[in-house]
């Protein structure tokens, strides 16, 4: 029997937001322990996790995201088999979890494991990606309507909308919101990058984990995420995910990357070919 932990860090997080991630936690009964790592500047939010297979810690100070999951799986990595980083804006049936530990449990090559991704109206996130250029990041951002059809193909084509997401995929990009870890493979490539404090530390964590084991967007299982993009509201948020996709591109090179484009050049090329249908294989 496999042993799962999880991991959720917050930040004046919602409190109906709280209770359904709990709920969905809970009705799985899968998870033995689940870290809370409270960033809020007070401890408003304590009373919410008296239940004991949770660990509540008030941080106080804001770390980051990546550092605050690092602070829970350091305890996790070494008495569990995989880890659950999720958002707090997650919330899924009973059942979904189990179907994702399953197909973990299927091959030990899977190091990091995404469901299907649903907004809540049903519609499907696009959230399994190339990995990114400047370029690609920019045309998310902005709207050039002189080239429109240009950047919109370039979109899609980041976003591997033409896989049309009904099939499995090993892929180097996968969004932080949902992520189900093999511990084992923690060990091997290392938590969390901590120089990011929010956005790129889970494309980095990816590609870490994709050089080495299956990182497999899973669609038998699948979520809801209540998807803020608060960067897009925000200029304070738009800075910070600036300035952490340039430590990105700093630490992995901005326009010459040529491990990036050996990676997506072998994803697109797999799907476009009759067994890019199943594509999870190293």
Known sequence: MKKISASLVLYNTSVDQIKRVLDSLEA???IEILYVVDNSPKDSLQDLFGANWIKYSHIGSNPGYGASHNMAMRQAIDFFDYHLVLNPDIYFDSGE????????NQDEKIGHLMPRILNTDGSIQCLC???PTPLDLIIRRFSFWPLVSFFRKREARYELRSSGYENEMNVPNLSGCFMLLRTSALKVVGLFDERFFMYGEDVDLTRRIHEKFITLYYPGAIVTHHHAR??????????????NLS??????????DKRRAQINR???NHL???????????
């Open 28 to 30: 799985s009964e899968l």
């Open 230 to 243: 608060d960067s897009y509201k925000s200029l304070k948020m738009l800075w910070i995910h600036s300035v």
């Open 247 to 256: 430590r990105y591109f700093n630490k992995w090179g901005w326009f010459l």
């Open 272 to 282: 476009s070919s009759k067994a890019g249908k199943r594509y999870y294989q190293t």
């Open 266 to 268: 072998e994803l697109l």
């Open 97 to 104: 979890l189990r179907k994702a530990i399953e197909r973990m």
């Open 129 to 131: 990606k190339l990995l």
